[in-house]
């Protein structure tokens, strides 16, 4: 099992920056990816941006030029650069990472609100 803790929520002011972090309990490389999340009220969860161990990224249409994640194996942690936020852009995010040969999820955590005004 793998333990994850987001932080670096807050907010904001549209136009502005945050950068997200994810604390992992063991090394990332023994992960077939690591991913952001995120979560708006009333909404389904839905993928932000991930990277696989390899370092392919991927990002959603909505945050595509804005977002930047980025992974520190040496530290075990995996990080979203958000600039240019939108109020839309207002959620939970979460991290989690997928594992094995049937590419698990791990448990998901409490996540990091972000808040983005107008």
């Known amino acids: 099992q793998v333990q994850l803790v987001e932080s670096g929520g807050g907010l904001v002011q549209a136009g502005g920056s945050l950068r997200l972090s994810c604390a992992a309990s063991r090394s990332i490389f023994s992960f077939n990816s690591m991913g952001w999340y995120r979560q708006a009220p009333g909404q389904q969860r839905e993928l932000v941006a991930s990277?696989?161990?390899?370092?392919?990224?991927n990002y959603a249409d909505a945050v595509k030029g804005r977002f930047t994640i980025s992974r520190d194996n040496a530290k075990n942690t995996v990080s979203l650069q958000m600039n240019s936020l939108k109020p839309e852009d207002t959620a939970v995010y979460y991290c989690?990472?997928?594992?094995?040969?049937?590419?698990?999820?791990?448990?998901w955590g409490q996540g990091t609100q972000v808040t983005v005004s107008s």
């Open positions: 989690n990472a997928r594992y094995g040969l049937g590419n698990r999820y791990g448990d």
């Open positions: 990277i696989t161990s390899g370092g392919s990224t």
